[in-house]
Nanobody, 119 residues
Framework: QVQLVESGGGLVQPGGSLRLSCVGP????????LGWYRQAPGKQREAVAT???????TYDDSVKGRFTISIDSAKNTMYLQMSSLKPEDTSVYFC?????????????WGQGTPVTVSS
């Protein structure tokens, strides 16, 4: 079972920036559909940004224009660049990788990295 590993979370002031990273030992990111999700205490996990194996990106309306999802295939690493952070962005952020075809489905998650936006 593959365990994705997130890093880069922390405490940041409103208006600040953070870059989250996600690595997936043993899998090739560029063939997976990838995404960043977040879950705040007492709330359901929600999709923040996704990038398909074809490079198509989607963003939740709440982060459009502020967050950017990207992949460095050479480093097999996915990033979430977060700017103009708001207190409501406070959450635990998870990365996800899915590969599915007619005969198999792989769905991997990381343990999460906490982001706190507070003054």
């Amino acid at each position: 079972q593959v365990q994705l590993v997130e890093s880069g979370g922390g405490l940041v002031q409103p208006g600040g920036s953070l870059r989250l990273s996600c690595v997936g030992p043993g899998i090739i990111f560029r063939i997976y559909d990838l995404g960043w999700y977040r879950q705040a205490p007492g709330k359901q996990r929600e999709a923040v940004a996704t990038i398909s194996s074809r490079g198509l990106t989607t963003y939740d309306d709440s982060v459009k224009g502020r967050f950017t999802i990207s992949i460095d295939s050479a480093k097999n690493t996915m990033y979430l660049q977060m700017s103009s952070l708001k207190p409501e962005d406070t959450s635990v952020y998870f990365c996800n990788a899915i590969l599915q075809d007619e005969t198999r489905r792989y769905d991997f998650w990381g343990q999460g990295t906490p982001v706190t936006v507070s003054s």
